[in-house]
């Protein structure tokens, strides 16, 4: 369950995005794959959520999987996704289409492929608009200079297509989309991946002041885990297709207690501190195929013994939650 | 706009080789065409016949190749092609002005129909993968767009016209008791006799325009773009498209213009099938008639009629695709 | 026809993404399971051995000799009836079937391989010489080339078999040498070529060694669509009486119903057999071509399965 300690600063306040055993499978000739297995999310208004995990873990899936977004061959095969209290797994296409935007909007890895190569900004801002009802052209036009000025775009390239502009200017095109009706929950799949450093940070710290200027919520994934953590409050680790770890951002970082986040923790050096080894995670991911029922992290864990042939539940390490048998509280509980 | 200097530039120069070509053919061939002409017309040529295929050839004894080159150019830019010898002593432009609205009318407007259809099916059928439509659709289309036009033309004379006594005429463009003039029934005739041709034409070529336009489309719904219309709550339709097809529809354009020449090919044999009267029917009639200037000028029609519309299809792509007007 | 327009073709978005490397075994499997695949190979083999082995087919073995009463019906002696100089119809589209596939595979091959050396020498050797042979390629590509075709026949006299082959093979290169170098320029600088550079291979070496086997699949389709332009053309050529009206093909059997207005004479099997064979023969390459897009391009496969609740989602 994903009740983490609360992050100081939030009140307890209703979640804004309730996920509860999110599965999403791809049919393939080999048969049935999961890329996603039971994944527990809550989101609180105003929270950046940040999501890692190495490449192939189905953390981007997952975030489709919640959009709604998915495109055959995948399907949710399990699990609920609430938003303000609706189910956006059985809603139809109609209440769907009316929540898309409105209230939670996408922001992808690369404006290039995500914006209509052969239409305008301003034609892309409007339509969205009108597909929502907005009639008035003079509205429109006046909203999508408004939003362009939140990411510092000057409001004459609205009439540019966007291979006319920059990498970096089109990524904030895009988030200025995304906010065209101030939605409550911004999704976000690598975003920055597509810059280089220093646009990256700059973008980072953009949306960044922008949330918490506006007060919408954001689900980040990345493969970045030291870029997101300077700006999630809460950070979820996930591994073959599972969460093996979810906590405030700080506590990860300090206390991590799965061994795999500690094994990515060590593959980042430190400026500051001490040289040491860089030690890397041996071997490679299962195949999802036909997934270990145990433990999924054990092949690879320096920590490994024998209750880990039993897949393990999130336990609280007094920090964070970690799908560790290490920090069950006793034999008995690792064996329920 | 730089783009289309260079299209016009490439235009240019695809003309000039087709003349180059017309101009050097009959001095590749084994004997002097001119005397070989007199040869078989022997006593029929008069002065002025002579001048004509001299125009048509570029022939000149008494001057070098290369001024006889130029002269021809000079001939061919102001539409001066000679004297048909079949339709003698009519000019060829006149023969050629005659027969192109036919054509362009039968053809041109059946190619532009099946090119349009085609690409509203395929886009439906891309849409909706696994549907009933789908699956269906490329079996279907891949085998009729592999059947030879002539034969369809034929057995579509078989069926609507030689089994039903003549329901639907299989000869001209119009019948030989009507008078050509812009009436109602007269208009009604032309369009009766159009139809076996212009459905000839539609059947073969609407197969590939639907399988091109399908692939494109299952290309283009795999990208970001399109999933990011869905986020936005946009109504399928708008996504299809706004979004899909208008992507998909560019290299289509492309495809189109590549094409013609076999449109060409097709319609000539449509033409002979039908007797209808049009550039093709007279470029086949010519030849059986050893026509020379009438042959030549027509090919230099044909090619300047598929530069136009390859033309025409660079402006299309210019003003669907803003890439394609910043790129050099 | 228009059917060389079809599959991996630049009207197809899709050129770039024909370069996987295939084993012999797996293209075995991916062809048999492929249903477009099978009926295009199961005619082509048909085909062939009719042309190989005529003998088999029929007894008769002259079927140009006018050997039997003109224009008989269909009979169980006669099973497509008689042409109206008194030859079998059977007989003559068995014998018929080889000159039509040997135009269709030589050509084929002789289009291809000129595509392939245009193509990618102005992909590799790049700059003027690359702007000439596009150039080149482009103007062949636009010009009108069945009235060319059918201007030189005339001039040239009605065509012998090399003739035609001849001019089909420079007519029908420059579809395919266009696509090859799209092909070739995106592979240029992927890593593999890069590491054989680095290595220190020869250009040449590079080229034939590296470059070509990843371009098997391309180079297989552009075979697959000269082989259908060939047929095509050839037929039409021979129809309006450009090719060898004395040997015998389908192309001519269809030239001497329409002059004897086999239609309108109640003789419709002398035009609908031929022109049905020819028809099945282009087929068979359009549906491998069509079937080895979707073999390299899983993407395009047909799903089978219900759909779900938004089509495209």
């Known amino acids: 369950m994903a009740s983490a300690p609360l992050p100081d600063g939030l009140l307890s306040q209703e979640p804004l995005l309730q996920v509860r055993g999110l599965t999403v499978e791809y049919d393939t000739a080999a048969g049935p794959v999961r890329a996603v297995e039971s994944f527990d999310l809550d989101v609180l208004p105003g929270e950046f959520v940040g999501v890692v995990g190495e490449s192939g873990c189905g953390k981007s899936t997952m975030l489709f999987g919640i959009a709604q ?44 492929n995500a914006l209509n190569p052969v239409r305008q900004l301003a034609s892309q801002y409007e339509d969205v608009m009108r597909a929502h009802g907005e009639k008035s052209s003079s509205v429109i036009r006046q909203r999508s200079e408004e939003v362009l000025a939140l990411v510092g775009i000057d409001k004459t390239h609205l009439k540019s297509y966007p291979h006319q502009l920059s990498g970096g200017m089109r990524q904030r095109a895009m988030i200025a989309m995304a906010l065209l009706f101030t939605p409550d929950l911004i999704i976000m799949d ?10 990256q940070r700059s973008l980072m710290v953009q949306i960044k002041e922008l949330q918490q200027r506006l007060g919408f919520a954001v689900v980040f994934v990345t493969h970045d885990m030291s870029l997101v953590s300077h700006f999630s409050d809460r950070l979820v680790v996930m591994y073959a297709a599972k969460t093996v770890e979810i906590g405030p951002t700080r506590d990860v970082f300090a206390h991590p207690g799965h061994p795999y986040t500690q094994g990515l923790l060590d593959a980042f050096p430190s400026i500051r501190g001490p040289r040491v080894p860089l030690t890397g995670i041996p071997g490679s991911p299962p195949n999802l195929l036909n997934p270990p029922t145990g433990c999924r992290f054990a092949a690879r864990c320096p920590h490994r013994f024998e209750l880990c042939d039993i897949a393990p539940d999130m336990y609280d390490t007094g920090h964070t939650l970690a799908a560790c048998h290490l920090h069950a509280a006793s034999r008995e509980e690792a064996l329920r | 706009m730089r783009f289309l200097l260079h299209r016009l530039g490439f235009f240019a120069l695809t003309l000039w080789a087709a003349v180059t070509v017309n101009f050097f053919i009959p001095r590749l061939m084994p004997g002097d065409p001119a005397s070989a002409m007199m040869a078989r017309f022997h006593g029929r040529l008069n002065p002025a016949a002579v001048h004509a295929m001299a125009i048509a050839f570029g022939v000149d004894a008494n001057q070098s190749l290369w001024s006889q080159y130029v002269g021809y150019l000079k001939n061919t830019v102001t539409g001066n092609f000679g004297t048909s010898l079949t339709y003698f002593p009519l000019s060829v432009s006149s023969q050629i002005a005659q027969a192109l609205p036919w054509t362009i009318g039968l053809i041109g407007l059946a190619t532009v129909l099946a090119f349009v259809g085609g690409t509203l099916i395929g886009t439906i059928s891309g849409w909706r993968r696994g549907g009933a439509v789908d699956s269906i659709v490329p079996p279907v289309f891949v085998v009729t767009s592999a059947l030879p ?32 003039a812009l009436s109602g029934p007269f208009v009604l005739d032309v369009l009766r006799h159009a139809l076996l041709p212009a459905l000839t034409v539609l059947i073969t070529s609407i197969g590939a325009w639907i399988l091109t336009m399908r692939n494109n489309m299952v290309t ?73 200037p009438l042959m030549q000028a027509l ?19 210019a003003w669907l695709d803003p890439r394609a007007r910043s790129a050099s | 026809m228009s059917a060389t327009i079809l599959a991996g073709t630049p009207g197809t978005a899709e050129v770039p993404r024909r370069s996987s490397r295939r084993r012999g075994g797996g293209l075995l499997a991916a062809v048999r399971s492929n249903r ?49 100089f008194g030859q079998d119809i059977y007989a003559q589209l068995i014998y018929g079937t080889r000159q039509s596939l040997v135009i269709a595979i030589v050509v084929g091959g002789l289009a291809t391989v000129l595509s392939v050396l245009v193509g990618v020498s102005a992909a590799y050797l790049g700059g003027a010489t690359d702007s000439a042979l596009s150039a080149m390629t482009d103007v062949f590509l636009v010009v009108p080339t069945f009235p060319l075709i ?111 207005s086999a239609l309108q004479s109640g003789q419709p099997l002398w035009v609908i057999a031929p022109g049905l064979c020819i028809a099945l023969l282009g087929a068979s390459f359009a549906l491998l071509n069509y079937a080895f897009d979707e073999i390299s391009n899983p993407a395009l496969r047909p799903i089978r399965r219900p759909r779900g609740k938004r089509s495209a989602s």
């Open chain 3, 36 to 84: 477009k695949a099978m009926v295009g190979v199961v005619l082509l083999v048909l085909f062939t051995v009719v042309a190989a082995f005529p003998q088999w087919f029929t007894s008769i073995e002259d079927p140009d000799a006018h050997q039997f009463e003109l224009s008989l019906p269909p009979s169980s002696a006669h099973w497509l009836g008689t042409t109206a």
């Open chain 2, 149 to 180: 036009y002539f034969w369809v033309g034929m057995m579509l004379i078989l069926v609507f016209s030689v089994w039903t006594n003549g329901a639907l005429p299989n000869d001209g463009a119009y019948s030989l008791d009507a008078t050509p």
């Open chain 2, 220 to 292: 283009v719904l795999a990208e970001d773009y399109v999933r990011m219309g869905r986020a936005k709550g946009l109504s399928n339709r708008r996504i299809m498209y706004q979004y899909a097809a208008r992507n998909a529809l560019l290299p289509n354009l492309a495809g189109f213009a590549m094409s013609l020449g076999f449109v060409v090919a097709g319609a000539i044999l449509v033409e002979y099938v039908f007797n209808y009267p049009g550039l093709g029917y007279m470029l086949l009639n010519a030849v059986n008639n050893l026509d020379y």
């Open chain 3, 150 to 260: 059918i201007v030189i026949a005339a001039y040239a006299g009605k065509g012998s078999l090399t003739v035609i082959i001849g001019v089909l093979v420079v007519t029908g290169w420059s579809y395919g040498a266009r696509q090859l170098r799209a092909q070739a320029l995106s592979l240029r600088n992927r890593d593999f070529l890069e590491s054989a550079r680095v290595r220190g291979e020869r250009r040449s070496y590079i080229i034939v060694c590296e470059v070509l086997p990843t371009m098997t699949s391309l180079i297989l389709a552009t075979f697959l669509g000269s082989a259908l332009y060939a047929v095509l053309t050839a037929a039409g050529l021979q129809f309006i009486g450009l090719g060898d009206s004395s040997s015998l093909s389908w192309g001519t059997m269809l030239h001497w119903a329409q002059s004897n």
């Open chain 1, 69 to 112: 977004l998915l495109s055959p061959p995948a399907r949710i095969s399990a699990g609920s996704v609430l938003f303000k209290g609706s189910d956006l797994v059985t809603m139809t296409a109609r209440e769907l289409n009316a929540t898309r935007w409105r209230d939670v909007s996408v922001v992808m890895q690369s404006a290039m």
């Open chain 1, 190 to 199: 690598e975003p920055t991946s597509a810059l280089d450093v220093v646009a």
């Open chain 2, 299 to 317: 090919f230099l029609m044909i090619t300047v009629a598929v530069l136009v519309a390859v033309l025409i299809c660079d402006i299309l792509t």
